[in-house]
């Protein structure tokens, strides 16, 4: 039950719009058309449909990412 009028989606929707994150290493999964877009460093990664697929992309970028610093 959608109108044309309507900006958010409501409990009466029966798919409602996923719901935006941002994590502690900087990404951000935004609101764009019926869906989520995923930013990083101000640059735009990837368009997900679901939040559960944004979160395994993220989960799996953040997988290849190494923190340790080597001494020199």
Known sequence: MNYPFATHPTILDSTPLPK????KDGYAAVEH?????????????????????????VAKLQKGKSVAVLPI
């Open 33 to 57: 058309g019926n869906g989520l877009m995923l930013i990083y460093n101000n640059e735009q990664l990837k368009f997900f449909k679901t939040e559960k697929a944004a979160r395994a992309y």
């Open 20 to 23: 935006p994150f941002i994590t």
